[in-house]
């Protein structure tokens, strides 16, 4: 016979238990922003709570010729998830525009790709 008053286990994974949690304690919020609280905590369960995600690039050459914005991609750091879209003044990328931090454990690699010009570079900063 089962004891009616013990409640059910919770799941043992950490993004689990920090998705209940997310969705219980935030329910006002998006569910973009319960998804990114929830990896958060299972960041922070899971022993993993040193990564933050990418709050800044850096433009440190400009390139030219550009004649579209190149694709923003970013590689390495032990992680993934980061979106960001490059801004060009006259063929010369100006600046980064970061749209979504992800979770990364180092600075990530910035790769410039495609939009007709080249030697675009930069680095990225992440959250401390």
Request: charged letters at 10%; zero cysteines; aromatic letters at 6%.
């Amino acid at each position: 016979m089962v004891d009616a008053s013990v409640p059910a286990p919770l799941p043992m994974d950490p993004l689990s238990v920090a998705l209940r949690y997310a969705e219980t304690n935030h329910g006002s919020e998006t569910a973009d922003q319960v998804v990114a609280r929830a990896k958060a905590y299972a960041l922070f369960l899971a022993g993993d709570w040193q990564k933050s995600g990418v709050v800044h690039v850096a433009v440190t050459a400009g390139g030219t010729n550009y004649s579209s914005p190149p694709v923003v991609a970013f590689t390495g750091g032990g992680g993934t998830g980061a979106e960001a879209v490059a801004n060009l003044t006259n063929g010369i990328v100006t600046s980064v525009t970061v749209n979504k931090a992800g979770v990364y454990k180092t600075p990530p690699d910035v790769v410039f790709e495609g939009g007709g010009g080249t030697g675009a570079a930069a680095i990225s900063v992440i959250a401390s």
